[in-house]
Nanobody
Framework: QVQLVESGGGSVQAGDSLKLSCAAS????????MGWFRQAPGKEREFVAA????????SYVDSVKGRFTISRDNRRNTVYLQMNNLKPEDTAVYYC????????????????WGQGTQVTVSS
């Protein structure tokens, strides 16, 4: 049974930082790509960032480039999302997911999802 548990969300002011964590179990973590997605009220879940199985490749949606950094620690089976200079439009529920392949950026390529953690950014 694959389990993904996110943590680190909260309510912050615009310009603040947050670091999300996602602890994984039930799968050989180091063999699969990991990603972060987000879903704002009334909107589709969208891709935010992805990292390859060894961390050598990353990808970001344009709106977070230069502000967010995805990383992973395969010894701890954990993936992180460092979010700096947060904006109100970053407000959403953030989900981590594990992909079916060593690296993926499309939602259909992800098969296991966490329950999500709320990030609220006020102006």
């Amino acid at each position: 049974q694959v389990q993904l548990v996110e943590s680190g969300g909260g309510s912050v002011q615009a310009g603040d930082s947050l670091k999300l964590s996602c602890a994984a179990s039930g799968r050989t973590f180091s063999s699969y790509g990991m990603g972060w997605f987000r879903q704002a009220p009334g909107k589709e879940r969208e891709f935010v960032a992805a990292i390859s199985w060894r961390g050598g490749a990353t990808s970001y949606v344009d709106s977070v480039k230069g502000r967010f950094t995805i990383s992973r620690d395969n010894r701890r089976n954990t993936v992180y999302l460092q979010m700096n200079n947060l904006k109100p439009e970053d407000t959403a529920v953030y989900y981590c997911a594990t992909s079916k392949t060593p690296f993926a950026t499309r939602r259909p390529d992800y098969d296991y999802w966490g329950q999500g953690t709320q990030v609220t950014v006020s102006s």
